[in-house]
């Protein structure tokens, strides 16, 4: 089964152009809006204190969320500090992926993770895995918007948890296009949106804020097919009291697109 001619919103940034040929492959009717840029904190004092803290042995553990965070930070840190004094700090303590991409990301510095998150990754399996370990001082690399659960559960775990937030999420320097897809929404334009990450979410609905058509957004999702990439993905729609539809088998945005095409008809049926 394919599309079949439906037409298919994504609010993909970076990976744009390939979203839209994997969603044609499929037989669909493809709008991509970027929604998302990633930026730089106009202040690094975070990652510089956590740096000193790591060389002064002050962590036993540190949680890597995300690659392109984990680049960033690596980054940074190397602005102020030597690489083989901070690789030496890093192999003495535990280092935790949350998943394949800083896995991948910690990797091409040289070092090997010492725990890897299983799927889905999110941050409950993530706490889970901490729960049996002995590691009492935490730094968290943050990503987008701090995730109070993890904090909040790794603390009732009785660990000492210092986040380190290296760079935020804010709108596309151009969000013509986000604004015409929020447009496209209300006027029943789409049947299918496909979501790769939770910040998409946030910042349609800040989109749609700002043009005083939140609710009319809502309602349309509501009647789409919604696909998310997980569950992170899927608790964000949650907080604007929407319902994600499906989650791919694995978080792979070709997975994605490929398991929806397969279920979006049958589904929009059973809504329309």
Known sequence: MSFNGLRVLSLESRRSEEMATLIRKQQGEATVAPSMREVDLEQHEEAFEFGRRLLNGEFDCVILLTGVGTRLLWKTLLLRYLEADLKAALQKLTVVVRGPKP?????????????????????????????????????????????????????????????????????????????KAAAKLIAGGVDVVLLTTSMQVVNLMRIAEEEGIAQQVREALESAFIGSIGPTTSETLEEYGLKADFEPSHPKMGVLVAEAATQAADVLANKR
């Open 103 to 179: 896995s991948k990301a910690i990797r091409e510095i040289g070092l090997v993770p010492d725990v890897q998150v299983p799927e889905p990754n999110t941050w409950r399996e993530l706490l889970e895995t901490m729960r049996p370990r002995p590691e009492t001082r935490i730094a968290v690399q943050e990503y987008g918007k701090s995730n109070v659960d993890l904090i909040d559960g790794l603390e009732a775990q009785g660990r000492r948890v210092t986040p380190v937030r290296i760079y935020g999420w804010d709108l596309p320097e151009d969000t013509g296009p986000l604004r």
